[in-house]
């Protein structure tokens, strides 16, 4: 719960921190710029890895299999693309950074211990509702 007030606080803080300085440096309408190039390239870049993992999706289940690591990366693609909706720095350069497959599957596997997973039930295990077979006929 802290952790998620300092960022709640901190992070817009710390954006406009350096949106601040960026300004004082490189001007404003420069710091604006920049700021609105990074989010198109970074809508762009989303937009062309979210429809390849959309296809690797459609791929694996085709083939019968379970789409796990597309579906963990279509997730960490949404986080990417929430990053860089927010105005600032920091942000887009987290979100152009989960962009990068090598970074997105690096940070995949940092997080994959803490990641609670559901379990297929047996085939061998009892159906949990009570199947009751009938006839039945319509009579008009």
Same mark, same amino acid.
């Given at each position: 719960?802290?952790?998620? !007030?300092? !960022?709640?606080? $901190? @992070?817009? @803080? @710390?954006?406009?921190?350096?949106?601040? +300085?960026?300004?004082?440096?490189?001007?404003?309408?420069? #710091?604006? $710029?920049? %700021?609105?190039? #990074?989010?198109?390239?970074?809508? &762009?870049?989303?937009?062309?890895?979210?429809?390849?993992?959309?296809?690797?999706?459609?791929?694996?289940?085709?083939?019968?299999?379970?789409?796990?690591?597309?579906? @963990? /990366? $279509?997730?960490?693609?949404?986080?990417?693309?929430?990053? !860089?909706?927010?105005?600032?720095? !920091? #942000? /887009?350069?987290? $979100?152009?950074?989960? &962009?990068?497959?090598?970074? +997105?599957? =690096?940070?995949?596997?940092?997080?994959?211990?803490?990641?609670?997973?559901?379990?297929?039930?047996? %085939?061998?295990?009892?159906?949990?509702?009570?199947?009751?077979?009938?006839? =039945?006929?319509? /009579?008009?």
């Amino acid at each position: 719960m802290a952790l998620f !007030l300092l !960022l709640l606080i $901190g @992070l817009p @803080l @710390l954006e406009l921190y350096l949106l601040i +300085r960026a300004s004082a440096v490189i001007g404003v309408f420069s #710091t604006i $710029g920049i %700021a609105i190039f #990074t989010a198109l390239l970074g809508t &762009l870049l989303m937009r062309h890895q979210g429809l390849s993992v959309l296809r690797r999706i459609q791929t694996a289940l085709n083939r019968g299999e379970l789409p796990a690591q597309e579906l @963990l /990366d $279509g997730a960490v693609l949404l986080i990417a693309g929430c990053f !860089l909706l927010l105005p600032g720095f !920091l #942000t /887009d350069s987290v $979100g152009l950074l989960l &962009l990068t497959p090598p970074l +997105r599957h =690096w940070f995949i596997r940092r997080i994959s211990p803490i990641l609670p997973v559901m379990r297929q039930p047996h %085939a061998t295990q009892a159906p949990s509702a009570r199947i009751i077979e009938g006839e =039945w006929r319509r /009579d008009d």
